[in-house]
């Protein structure tokens, strides 16, 4: 394995180009990958644990949510590779970890015959997967950042997201597709292949240069990344509880379900279309002021869906949300990766990531508790509250800084 400490001489991108493009879609590519190959069971494995293995729905819901926890926990490790050994080392690691969660699935189909093996492999499969997506990913993004420059933060960040929520997308339906048509191991099987050659090619391409000298330990990297992070984790709550509660709000109001997924549609849309939009605008204004407007324009949106008296209505509060939330983490991500030195970047990153994993995982609990006291609706008041309270940190930070 070639060493990630070979000094190579980081891209010089002043301009916007074609080339630049596509250098950064190189490394952003593995985290298309990585979430793709969480996207692909991601609506299947529920599903083959209750239904088919006939286990309790709470140990469908672990499977799910175990490879979240992992995910969260790894973030640090994964930022302190990609700082130590090099952001290569870290997106190799991070395809294999896939590689192997996708064997893991196949090793479970071949246990059948005893469903607390067949289960233990897939909690083994998910936690890999975990550890990969952090890894891969957090890697990805450090390496396309040292490679473009840090003038190209934004973008790298900002296409990252676009890799994310496009794996995720492409994944979840392909995932359900797959299986119906030749059954779980075509997922596993999809999921090794491609990683593995995710492999071979992030072998082939040039290591970037490991910035040498002292880093920060990480309890100091945390305390200047926390409340950037916390400001994530607070504007993305807007997302979670749509992506979480969408449907059954839908069924509560006695609207058509098959709506609610048009509201996804509306959001993923607008969220990538801002994004490739406007995602200058971060280096023309600053991280600050476009992470305040967006989060002014997600409070509009989140406030139409609890208002809304239609699902016309509930669909544009949707693509508003999708639109305001859009720039909120390249534009956070921006400006959290200014208060630590070069050599700390890959930590930063993961610890700013971590926060928004915080966000996924708790936000379907504390919301659910909502909706258990307040009803259905109440769900989008909570996450208004929310993003307004990220706004309100966010309002903070730019006050001090200017002190």
């Not at 729905?57 to 130590?84: C, E, K, M, N």
């Not at 473009?148 to 339906?173: D, E, K």
């Not at 200058?280 to 324009?297: E, T």
């Not at 009803?375 to 996450?383: I, K, M, N, T, V």
Request: aromatic share 10%.
């Amino acid at each position: 394995m070639q060493s990630s400490r070979t000094t190579s001489a980081p891209a010089s991108f002043t301009h916007a180009s074609g080339g630049e493009f596509r250098s950064i879609v190189g490394y952003v590519y593995f985290t298309f990958i990585c979430y793709l190959s969480i996207g692909l069971p991601l609506a299947v494995l529920p599903a083959f644990v209750h239904l088919r293995m006939g286990l309790h729905a709470a140990l469908a819901g672990l499977v799910i949510s175990i490879q979240y926890i992992a995910t969260f926990l790894s973030r640090p490790w994964a930022g302190r590779i990609s700082d130590h050994a090099g952001a290569k080392i870290s997106v190799l690691w991070g395809m294999g970890a896939c590689t192997l969660s996708g064997l893991l699935l196949l090793v479970a189909l071949a246990l059948h015959f005893s469903p607390s093996l067949t289960f233990g492999a897939l909690i083994a499969s998910r936690l890999a997967l975990g550890v990969g997506e952090s890894l891969g990913s957090t890697g990805a993004t450090l390496w396309g950042i040292t490679s473009a420059g840090p003038q190209h933060t934004a973008r790298v960040i900002s296409f990252n997201g676009v890799a994310t929520y496009g794996g995720l997308a492409l994944g979840a339906p392909l995932g359900v597709v797959l299986d119906q048509r030749w059954g779980l191991g075509s997922l596993g099987i999809l999921t090794t292949v491609l990683c593995a050659a995710s492999v071979a090619i992030a072998q082939r391409k040039r290591p970037v240069a490991v910035t040498a000298g002292e880093h920060l330990p990480f309890r100091d990297v945390l305390g200047r990344i926390a409340p950037y992070g916390m400001a994530l984790a607070l504007a993305g709550v807007g997302y979670s509880v749509l992506a979480t509660f969408v449907t059954i709000y839908y069924i509560s109001r006695h609207w058509n379900p098959s709506g609610a997924a048009l509201c996804l549609t509306a959001f993923g849309i607008s969220f990538i279309a801002a994004r490739l939009l406007f995602i200058q605008a971060i280096n023309r204004f600053g991280g600050f002021p476009v992470s305040l407007v967006c989060m002014v324009v997600e409070s509009l949106g989140v406030l139409l869906e609890w208002s809304a008296g239609s699902p016309w209505m509930a669909s544009c509060g949707a693509a508003l949300t999708g639109f305001g939330f859009s720039l909120v983490f390249p534009a956070l991500g921006v400006e959290a990766v200014k208060r630590v030195p070069l050599k700390n970047r890959g930590t930063a990153l993961g610890v700013f990531t971590g926060f928004s994993d915080v966000s996924f995982f708790l936000v379907g609990p504390i919301a659910g508790a909502v909706i258990g006291a307040w009803g259905y609706r109440s769900a989008f008041l909570f996450a208004l509250c929310c993003v307004l309270t990220a706004l309100g940190i966010v309002l903070a930070m730019r006050q001090v800084q200017r002190d």
